[in-house]
């Protein structure tokens, strides 16, 4: 038998350990399932395995028990018989062999009187008054003789159940508590082992029990195995049905013998799915399912129910892990009591069919159940049929007489062939080596799963963190220097932020997706139509008339000039208002981008860096919008110019009544030479004016002057983020002095943050790997090395050097191409405050010595000189990144090495770690070719179209590398 190791009572703290190490870690939360951990654990340390037979009553649950145990210990009979939980658990001798009762209290009693007078429509009555007692049960007698023979079994059964509780109650008084549940001892109750199991039997005195516990002596209850017999699932009595499913939800169920009748016909039953549904819902039991059908010697003379049962098992059954089994436990169990038998007791009818075989009142012996079915197997398939179908058939002898003649002459040979046949053998064999080889081991297996990818979880978080703690500076002046390297960066990323926010400023507006400029512009629109409705709506013959002479200084004016005035008044009028709404317009969009800028996380960064200063961001935007505002009046004047021209429009309607009436008055009017007669014509002329300027007003809103003004914007606001992004790159230096004093007083804080936190997680890793090491002695103890948890190993990268030749170890600093021999000195002033801090030394310089943190050069080997031979100076080349570091990428060139020095890669603040990573396929241009000193320096930088592109989209770049080589090559040509 597989025991649970001496030191099992460590294995809660060292799962537990791992479980409060989980919760540390902010970025794991909620990620692992940790109640199902929590089972698995309590599974593994709990030395109690309890085992619940679990299935409809009447399936020979409690013969199955017997029948494993070899004794007949539980009540088994044709029906209901089991009504309440009863538990079998070990006993470390015969002598301690005994039984326990537990009674429900008289509170529990009660509420089962009273769910059962509401079912049966009886008015509940007080149990602690007999004449209540009394009343309730003659009313229960009556339900049963009315409805005896009428069909309504279940009222009968509800009836007579309520009278079996009210006597159990009475019987037992002296028993029942209050509140609380009483347990007695058998010998407390004057009762004998052989008694004590009738009371699982249900009636009287069961009605009344909560529970009973059996402690028998039998190795299959070693090591904590606890075999639970419940009531059936489809139990007559609702509260016992419930009682099975209850059990078979709780966690602390860790395995389910689940027993089906194999006589039944057709698919399994309602019930029986409903309870593998429920088995299988359980994280406590999981796979630990055996499945049995009981009673398979009733299809032993039936060859039609036996071809459904294999049907049923094939296709429901075919994939368990446990196997499926076929038992007869009533035949199984019996026979194996008869080896204790023999003719003298007329081999077990004097003994222990006793009780069964005992004359009636007509004088005739009774025929035990298992005679019954043993005269059956007889007669059956599974032995010869004419070797004892003439005994079995033979009408001048009892059951009995058949039954011993056949015994009488093949004694043992026909119980072992029985005992074989009825599957018990091969069911108890399979259970005892699961529970005795395979349960341990695999309740520790269960739980190295379930917490597996936890650990790697936590192994993963911990090497990153200590990694990540690890690259940081360790002395001041590293740290120092990084982080005004991170400044750099971060003037970069300012600069390019605020270019990245106008440019997506001026998206939206040509895309139309800019809500408040479109809510300021159909303001706009509304207050142009207003204004238009006005104008027109006020229109005066007689005042555009004066108007008209004062301008010229006559006394009277053409007719037609009089039309012409009011043009010049209405188009004067629309300026105005368009002029005036066209600056609010503006002001409010640069009012917004303005507030928009100041609240982004980049401006108050780049006002940090710079103490203040924006780089006129502000004011710069202030002016633009100054600039913007004259032109857009500039806009808005030449818009309505053309409103004085009329619009085709005007003629298109010489059919129109009020065109017609229009020519008449002014025709009359002219005859009469009296201004006054044009005032007859003021409706028609207002409708003419609505006709010309509503079409000129709409091409003015809806196609004109939207785009002019956007395109303004466009030109003004992207010109300007460029000038602005460049200028704030190239006050990188600036932020270096302006924080390096800051810097330089973090450092000292930052290397101590440093070393605490590497104490940190180095104490998390010393208290993962003490818990997985203590549940991998379990597991080893369980010879479960396969299931054995990663532990974190000691970090040995710090001093393991790279490219370093055992032979000689001889160092060089990796040359680069300088700025201005690939680009101009524009891009050299660019970069120049990174060189500042990040110095390369030529190729004249002095080698300094090897360094944890410089790259050491190998000694190259000949075949990379030979492999070297094949490629030149400006060829594109494609290779893996085999290591990064600070300054440079090494690359793998299908045996040569290449080097892209940092300075190589981009036009923009380069981070080699956020551009690369180790096996990363890139493409590069070779710059420099010393075969001499087995150097080959590489360049992306050549490939970018523009500075920075590479940090913007570096795939892009790779993917396009091959159309890029000219251009690229025609750089390398100016050096």
Same mark, same amino acid.
């Given at each position: 038998? *597989? ?15 791992? $479980? ?123 339900? *049963? ?58 009636? %009287? ?32 009595? =609702? ?20 027993? /089906? ?82 003719? !003298? ?11 069964? %075989? ?73 259970? %005892?080596?699961?529970? *005795? ?5 695999? @309740?520790?297996?269960?739980?190295? !799963? ?23 500076? &360790?002395?001041?002046?590293? /740290? ?27 998206? =939206? ?14 303001? @706009? ?67 917004? @981008? ?14 940090? $860096? ?10 710069? $935007? ?15 004047? &030449?818009?309505? +110019?053309?409103?004085?021209?009329? !619009? ?84 990188? &230096? ?47 103890? /369980? ?56 110095? +390369?030394? !030529? ?46 990428? +090494? ?8 080097? =892209? ?11 080699? &770690? ?43 770049? /790779? ?17």
């Amino acid at each position: 038998m *597989t025991q649970m190791p001496s030191q099992s009572k460590n294995l809660e703290a060292h799962v537990n350990c791992l $479980l409060r190490l989980l919760d540390k870690e902010p970025s794991l939360r909620g990620q692992h399932d940790t109640a199902a951990i929590k089972t698995s654990r309590d599974k593994a340390i709990d030395p109690r395995f309890e085992i619940v037979f679990a299935g409809t009553y009447s399936a020979g649950k409690s013969m199955l028990i017997n029948a494993l145990l070899g004794q007949d210990l539980l009540y088994s009979s044709t029906g209901h018989a089991t009504g309440i939980e009863c538990y079998i658990e070990y006993a470390k001798s015969s002598e301690e062999e005994r039984v326990e009762l537990t009674f429900l209290s008289i509170l529990e009693v009660q509420e089962e009187v009273n769910d059962r007078s509401e079912t049966l429509g009886l008015k509940p009555l007080d149990i602690t008054k007999k004449e209540a007692i009394e009343n309730l049960r003659q009313q229960c007698k009556k339900i *049963t003789e009315d409805h005896k023979g009428s069909g309504k079994i279940n009222k009968e059964d509800e009836a007579d159940g309520l009278v079996a509780l009210l006597d159990g109650f009475e019987a037992n008084r002296e028993h029942i508590d209050p509140s609380k549940n009483n347990t007695k001892g058998m010998d407390e109750l004057g009762l004998s082992k052989k008694d004590a199991h009738d009371y699982a039997r249900r009636g %009287t005195n069961s009605a009344v029990l909560k529970r009973i516990k059996y402690y028998c002596h039998h190795p299959l209850l070693e090591d904590g195995n606890v075999l639970v017999d419940l009531p059936g699932i489809d139990a007559p009595v =609702l509260r016992d049905a419930e009682l099975t499913y209850h059990k078979v939800e709780e966690t602390n169920t860790s395995a389910v013998i689940c027993v /089906m009748k194999a006589d039944q016909e057709g698919e399994i039953e309602q019930k029986e799915k409903e309870l593998i549904k429920v088995i299988r819902e359980n994280p406590g039991i999981r796979d630990r399912v055996f499945y049995v059908f009981n009673r398979i010697d009733k299809t032993w003379r039936d060859p039609k129910l036996k071809q459904e049962l294999d049907d049923l098992i094939s296709e429901d059954f075919s994939n368990t892990r446990r196997g499926i089994y076929e038992t007869s436990a009533l035949l199984g169990f019996w026979a194996s009591q008869l080896k204790n038998t023999s003719e !003298s007791d007329r081999w077990g009818l004097d003994t222990i069919f006793k009780a069964e %075989t005992s004359k009636g009142s007509d004088g005739i012996e009774g025929t035990p159940s298992f005679v019954l079915g043993f005269l059956d197997y007889c007669d059956s398939d599974q032995l010869p049929v004419d070797k004892f179908t003439q005994i079995v058939r033979r009408k001048t002898q009892s059951k009995n007489e058949q039954y011993l003649e056949i015994i009488n002459l093949y004694k043992t040979s026909i119980i072992q062939q029985l005992l074989q046949d009825s599957g018990i053998q091969e069911f108890s064999n399979a259970i %005892t080596h699961y529970l *005795t080889e395979e349960k341990r081991p695999e @309740l520790f297996a269960n739980l190295a !799963s379930d917490i597996s990818e936890l650990c790697d979880d936590l192994c993963d978080s911990y090497v990153k963190e200590r990694r990540q703690w690890q690259n940081q500076p &360790a002395n001041i002046a590293e /740290m120092t220097e990084r982080d005004l390297a991170q400044i750099e960066k971060e003037v970069w990323e300012v600069g390019e932020a605020f270019y990245r926010q106008i440019e997506k400023e001026i998206q =939206l507006l040509v895309m139309d997706n800019c809500e408040d400029f479109k809510q300021d512009f159909n303001n @706009l629109h509304q207050k142009m139509q207003d204004n238009l409705t006005e104008l027109i709506e006020n229109f005066s013959i007689l005042d555009a008339f004066a108007n008209t002479c004062r301008n010229y200084r006559h006394v009277t004016a053409p007719l037609v000039a009089v039309l012409g005035q009011a043009f010049y008044d209405i188009a004067n009028g629309l300026e105005n208002v368009l002029v005036k709404e066209s600056e609010t317009l503006i002001a409010s969009f640069f009012q917004r @981008l303005i507030k928009r800028v100041r609240k982004q996380q980049y401006y108050k960064q780049l006002c940090n $860096l710079l103490l203040g200063d924006d780089c006129k961001i502000v004011q710069e $935007l202030q002016d633009i919008e100054k600039i913007i505002i004259e032109g857009v009046k500039v806009l808005a004047s &030449a818009e309505c +110019v053309f409103y004085i021209i009329e !619009s085709p429009d005007l003629y298109d309607y010489e059919d129109s009544v009020w065109l017609y009436q229009f020519r008449e008055t002014l025709q009359e009017a002219s005859n009469s030479r009296d201004v006054k007669r044009m005032v007859e014509a003021e409706e028609s002329i207002r409708q003419l004016l609505e006709i010309d300027f509503q079409s000129k007003f709409k091409q003015t809103i809806e196609v004109n002057f939207g785009s002019k003004i956007i395109k303004m914007l466009n030109k003004y606001l992207l010109s300007m983020a460029e000038n602005k992004r460049q200028l704030i790159w190239q006050q990188s &230096a600036h932020a270096r002095a302006n924080k390096r004093q800051a810097i330089e007083k973090e450092a000292e804080a930052k290397i101590d943050e440093r070393k605490r936190k590497l104490g940190e997680v180095e104490l998390k890793i010393a208290e993962y790997n003490q818990a997985v090491e203590g549940i991998n002695s379990y597991l080893e103890a /369980m010879k479960l090395d396969d299931c054995k948890l990663p532990t974190i190993l000691e970090d040995n990268s710090s001093i393991t050097p790279f490219f370093t030749d055992v032979n000689s170890v001889e160092s060089n600093n990796i040359p680069t191409e300088s700025a201005s021999s690939l680009d101009s000195e524009n891009d050299l002033s660019a970069t120049q405050s990174y060189s500042e801090t990040n110095p +390369v030394e !030529s190729d004249d310089s002095p080698e300094p010595g090897a360094s944890p943190d410089r790259l050491v050069r190998p000694n190259y080997p000949a075949a990379q000189s030979e492999s070297s031979k094949k490629l030149e100076r400006g060829q594109l080349v494609e290779g893996i990144v085999t290591k990064v570091t600070q300054d440079v990428v +090494v690359v793998d060139l299908d045996g040569t090495v290449g080097l =892209l020095h940092i300075s190589n890669v981009s036009g923009g603040f380069v981070i080699l &770690a956020d551009l690369f990573e180790e096996n990363q396929l890139i493409k590069a241009m070779i710059v420099t070719l010393d075969d001499g000193k087995g150097r080959i320096s590489l360049s992306t930088k050549v490939l970018e179209n523009y500075k920075g592109e590479i940090l913007q989209n570096i795939e892009q770049v /790779m993917a396009d590398a091959e159309g890029r080589v000219t251009k690229a090559r025609n750089k390398l040509k100016t050096t």
